[in-house]
């Protein structure tokens, strides 16, 4: 199906699905990814900007609908930073962190207390050896990102990032995949279907969507899905933002399909009319 398709991947319309999110505005829950979704992809996660458009939508919103929040790989204080609108929840590190509006700091998960350094203490031995290999080292805190977009040869630094992965998860960690990044997290707790289930819990929402352009954006999708089969949402929405890197599995599975950022935000900007 090609992006901005007017039936979604399960047969429903653009407009049917975007009537049933704005039906009860006050009972509908609207979150997106940032990076790659809000926000083009660069080469380097601090070039990244996100368009003025999408704050002004993303505030609009928040004051009609009755949740309006944000699940970033950021951490939630820079994830807030960049998007640029306080108002709205946050959550951060691919959900280790909550930050709601009005809160100063974010609640890290309790999950992980006691581990939150455990990422960082394995690769503290490698940092020669990861520049030297092309990998340039994010530290999120509890979560370590390793990413080889703009590498010399992408290639091998790839191939040397799936050694670390397998030496990591001997060692007890989680490691995830992304676009041109690997990330090291400790077992237990977090990931994006968590944090769509916290950020939902006790708002009272009936309808929600979510958007996304990676692998990990699917486990968001999925766990809107397992809210919906469980009778405590009666709309679900998953809108998969193309790319050329993202996962094809994220296109199959999604219910509307726009093409990359623009498209999620020309559809943000049919929901605040």
Known sequence: MSPDSETGERGASRSRLLDALRDDPSRTAILSDVDGTLAPIVERPEQAAVPARAAELLAMLSERFGLVGCISGRRALEARRLVGVEGIA?????????????????????????????????????DGELEAAGLRREDKGPIQA???RGAGDQRAAEARAHEIAADAGRAGLEPRWGRKVLELRPVGGGGKDAAVAALLAGTGVSAAAYAGDDRTDLDACRRLRELGDEGRLATTVCVGVASDEGPPELLEEADLIVAGPEGWLDLLAELAE
């Open 90 to 126: 946050y959550a951060g590190n691919h959900g280790f962190e909550l930050l709601l509006p009005g809160e100063a700091e974010p609640a890290l998960d309790p999950t992980i207390e006691g581990r939150e350094g455990e990422a960082g203490e394995f690769l503290a031995g490698l």
């Open 146 to 148: 390793l990413h080889w």
